[in-house]
């Protein structure tokens, strides 16, 4: 089975490397030549835990290349496409990526092909792709395409890879549906079929949900401030009932990443563009937009004057095991950080500041200690287990003022308090 997956950042790599690891022959296509000579040397353009192992087993025993020929859709029977899906400026979803691979796959192409899109897309999208490809034919050639999203999580690729779930299949025929399945057959988990209008919407709907949960907690959070109640114990009697569940109760500072937030201004395009009012999700963006600066409230609140104070920000990525900054509130926080003259000391496991962000006042360190020493305050924003579990009996000495705001609600706030330090959570006590 030859397999082409078009695109090779992070799902067109991980979906790459899948397959390979299944049992098929694939190969990766990107016209980027700086990412693709990255992957022929074994090496990932993305922070991913355990997932470079897998692509260097697979590209040692000859079941995955990459290239950047795009020749090679006409030697493969199966393609994937993999390629980006970002927001245009109004929240609706840029599908120019995804229309040049179908147009391309519609020239090139002598033979029928099963076309599979795991990009991230609007419903409606697989009849836009039929369309795109048939205009595109130089002589009608039968072909199907059929909706398989993905569900992976940063930081959790691997295991979600082969252990998802659900596969959600959706296709016009029976037969294409079958052979998608058939490609992830030694994986066992719950499979539905369906239509690809219905799969395309499972995704948003899905991610849409649990940004909900996220901003509803968000929300709670600050009630539970005002009259003296942690929303992390809250939460915890909440996730008994199996009927909420204890995933994505965590108060915070906000979502971000890839996909919730441009899935979630997706909908709400789809929304307006159909007339349909989407009021709820009009408020879990609200709350995500406004939930860092209830934060900054807390450290103006117990700073004051922040021209010139030393502020040390723990956590740059969006969340913990990736490097992933899209829309991190670790840069809202920074931002308005800089906006009232602080001098910033950052530090991330993985993350590195954006070029847009390297100014004089913000210094990013290598070390935790490094970052802290002569800090008036710090921020955690990211919960990496190496500020989770890290030594702050140690640390404490090394802060010019004990104050600590944890943007994830994850410290243990009874010892903090215990060894000097002042302890802000996020609803949390």
Same mark, same amino acid.
């Given at each position: 089975?030859?397999?082409?997956?078009?695109?090779?950042?992070?799902?067109?790599?991980?979906?790459?490397?899948?397959?390979?690891?299944?049992?098929?022959?694939?190969?990766?296509?990107? $016209?980027?030549?700086?990412?693709?000579? @990255?992957? #022929?040397? =074994?090496? %990932? &353009? +993305?922070?991913?835990?355990? $997932?470079?192992?897998?692509?260097?087993? @697979?590209? #040692?025993? =000859?079941? %995955? &290349? +990459?290239?950047?020929?795009?020749?090679?859709?006409?030697?493969?029977?199966?393609?994937?496409?993999?390629?980006? &899906?970002?927001?245009?400026?109004?929240?609706?979803?840029?599908?120019?990526?995804?229309?040049?691979?179908?147009?391309?796959?519609?020239?090139?192409?002598?033979?029928?092909?099963?076309?599979?899109?795991?990009?991230?897309?609007?419903?409606?999208?697989?009849?836009?792709?039929?369309?795109?490809?048939?205009?595109?034919?130089?002589?009608?050639?039968?072909?199907?395409?059929?909706?398989?999203?993905?569900?992976?999580?940063?930081?959790?690729?691997?295991?979600?890879?082969?252990?998802?779930?659900?596969?959600?299949?959706?296709?016009?025929?029976?037969?294409?549906?079958?052979?998608?399945?058939?490609?992830?057959?030694?994986?066992?988990?719950?499979?539905?079929?369906?239509?690809?209008?219905?799969?395309?919407?499972?995704?948003?709907?899905?991610?849409?949900?649990?940004?909900?949960?996220?901003?509803?907690?968000?929300?709670?959070?600050?009630?539970?401030?005002?009259?003296?109640?942690?929303?992390?114990?809250?939460?915890?009697?909440?996730?008994?009932?199996?009927?909420?569940?204890?995933?994505?109760?965590?108060?915070?500072?906000?979502?971000?990443?890839?996909?919730?937030?441009?899935?979630?201004?997706?909908?709400?395009?789809?929304?307006?563009?159909?007339?349909?009012?989407?009021?709820?999700?009009?408020?879990?963006?609200?709350?995500?937009?406004?939930?860092?600066?209830?934060?900054?409230?807390?450290?103006?609140?117990?700073?004051?004057?922040?021209?010139?104070?030393?502020?040390?920000?723990?956590?740059?990525?969006?969340?913990?095991?990736?490097?992933?900054?899209?829309?991190?509130?670790?840069?809202?926080?920074?931002?308005?950080?800089?906006?009232?003259?602080?001098?910033?000391?950052?530090?991330?496991?993985?993350?590195?500041?954006?070029?847009?962000?390297?100014?004089?006042?913000?210094?990013?360190?290598?070390?935790?200690?490094?970052?802290?020493?002569?800090?008036?305050?710090?921020?955690?924003?990211?919960?990496?287990?190496?500020?989770?579990?890290?030594?702050?009996?140690?640390?404490?000495?090394?802060?010019?003022?004990?104050?600590?705001?944890?943007?994830?609600?994850?410290?243990?706030?009874?010892?903090?308090?215990?060894?000097?330090?002042?302890?802000?959570?996020?609803?949390?006590?």
């Amino acid at each position: 089975m030859n397999i082409l997956v078009i695109g090779t950042g992070y799902v067109g790599a991980t979906t790459a490397i899948l397959l390979a690891k299944l049992g098929a022959n694939v190969t990766g296509l990107d $016209l980027d030549e700086g990412k693709i000579k @990255q992957l #022929q040397n =074994g090496v %990932l &353009t +993305f922070y991913e835990p355990g $997932l470079e192992p897998l692509l260097q087993e @697979q590209m #040692q025993e =000859g079941h %995955l &290349t +990459f290239t950047t020929n795009a020749m090679a859709v006409e030697q493969h029977e199966i393609i994937f496409i993999c390629v980006g &899906t970002p927001s245009r400026y109004d929240g609706s979803t840029d599908l120019s990526a995804v229309r040049k691979v179908a147009e391309r796959i519609g020239q090139q192409m002598s033979s029928p092909k099963l076309v599979v899109i795991k990009s991230t897309v609007p419903p409606g999208t697989q009849k836009r792709v039929k369309r795109w490809i048939q205009e595109k034919q130089i002589k009608p050639i039968s072909f199907d395409v059929v909706s398989n999203p993905e569900f992976l999580r940063e930081g959790n690729a691997v295991y979600d890879a082969f252990h998802p779930d659900r596969i959600i299949i959706g296709s016009d025929t029976e037969a294409a549906g079958k052979q998608v399945h058939a490609l992830f057959d030694a994986i066992e988990c719950p499979v539905v079929l369906t239509n690809p209008q219905t799969a395309e919407m499972i995704k948003y709907a899905s991610n849409a949900f649990l940004a909900a949960k996220i901003s509803y907690m968000n929300e709670l959070a600050r009630l539970c401030d005002e009259i003296e109640v942690s929303v992390t114990t809250v939460a915890e009697g909440m996730g008994y009932d199996p009927r909420i569940g204890r995933s994505f109760l965590q108060a915070g500072i906000g979502y971000g990443g890839s996909c919730f937030p441009k899935d979630v201004r997706s909908l709400l395009s789809l929304g307006a563009e159909l007339n349909t009012e989407l009021g709820i999700l009009k408020r879990v963006v609200d709350v995500n937009h406004s939930q860092y600066r209830y934060l900054m409230k807390k450290v103006k609140r117990k700073l004051g004057l922040l021209r010139g104070k030393r502020i040390a920000i723990l956590g740059l990525s969006f969340k913990p095991e990736t490097d992933d900054l899209r829309e991190a509130p670790a840069l809202a926080v920074i931002s308005e950080l800089m906006e009232h003259g602080a001098l910033l000391k950052v530090h991330d496991p993985v993350a590195k500041l954006p070029r847009e962000m390297q100014f004089p006042s913000i210094k990013s360190f290598p070390t935790i200690e490094e970052t802290l020493l002569g800090a008036h305050a710090v921020i955690l924003c990211t919960e990496w287990k190496a500020y989770v579990e890290g030594d702050w009996e140690s640390w404490r000495p090394l802060l010019t003022e004990p104050y600590v705001f944890d943007g994830r609600n994850v410290l243990n706030a009874g010892r903090l308090k215990s060894l000097g330090y002042h302890y802000e959570g996020i609803g949390a006590r």
